[in-house]
T-cell receptor, first 110, second 117 residues
Framework: GESVGLHLPTLSVQEGDNSIINCAYSNSASDYFIWYKQESGKGPQFIIDIRSNMDKRQGQRVTVLLNKTVKHLSLQIAATQPGDSAVYFCAETANNDMRFGAGTRLTVKP | DTGVSQDPRHKITKRGQNVTFRCDPISEHNRLYWYRQTLGQGPEFLTYFQNEAQLEKSRLLSDRFSAERPKGSFSTLEIQRTEQGDSAMYLC???????????????FGPGTRLTVL
């Protein structure tokens, strides 16, 4: 399943499928990007980050892709699990100043 | 549990009342941030401290809002003469600033949910 961030704030996927969450960032001067996961009743939790001199970074079951040409960031979650259900935010940093996007709600169906 | 705690977790108040929230960061962290989050939106930056110095304030932080970090450890956020538009989740985060944003992971607390009636 795939979302387009602000224009489709909810993404529903089947357990075991891969998820792609997209984010369009605004500041071409941003040089550092972070994906956060926020579960209900909790604060945001760091998932993965990427610097602007990279276009891909992989973690455990997660991959972040950065396309600076079109100012686009995506988070790929492999083999999505029920515990992945949450709201996902991208954050961009320019001049050490971090700003969050509006978020995408991921729902994993069993 | 990230190690950042906030108190209270929930606060209901009447319009015009003053409220104060507390944040206890991770002890070795020198930076402390306050954010406001409304339903369905990402956190919006309000202010941050490095040790006891308040280094930046957002224009969202009106004159009714004041934050302190008197000893460089815990911080308080006070809202005077609350308005219904102040209803939101107030999040605190802390980090160890080592000189670059790349190594400045922010750890968030669970937030204080404020409801102004």
């Amino acid at each position: 399943g795939e979302s387009v961030g602000l224009h489709l704030p909810t993404l529903s996927v089947q357990e075991g499928d891969n998820s792609i969450i997209n984010c369009a960032y605004s500041n071409s001067a941003s040089d550092y990007f972070i994906w956060y996961k926020q579960e209900s009743g909790k604060g945001p939790q760091f998932i993965i980050d990427i610097r602007s001199n990279m276009d891909k970074r992989q973690g455990q079951r997660v991959t972040v892709l950065l396309n600076k040409t079109v100012k686009h960031l995506s988070l790929q979650i492999a083999a999505t699990q029920p515990g992945d259900s949450a709201v996902y935010f991208c954050a961009e940093t320019a001049n050490n100043d971090m700003r969050f996007g509006a978020g995408t709600r991921l729902t994993v169906k069993p | 549990d990230t190690g950042v705690s906030q108190d209270p977790r929930h606060k209901i108040t009447k319009r015009g009342q003053n409220v104060t929230f507390r944040c206890d960061p991770i002890s070795e962290h020198n930076r402390l941030y306050w954010y406001r989050q409304t339903l369905g939106q990402g956190p919006e930056f309000l202010t941050y401290f490095q040790n006891e110095a308040q280094l930046e304030k957002s224009r969202l932080l009106s004159d009714r809002f004041s934050a302190e970090r008197p000893k460089g450890s815990f911080s308080t956020l006070e809202i005077q003469r609350t308005e219904q538009g102040d209803s939101a989740m107030y999040l605190c985060a802390s980090s160890f600033w080592g000189g670059t944003a790349y190594d400045n992971e922010q750890f968030f607390g669970p937030g204080t949910r404020l409801t102004v009636l």
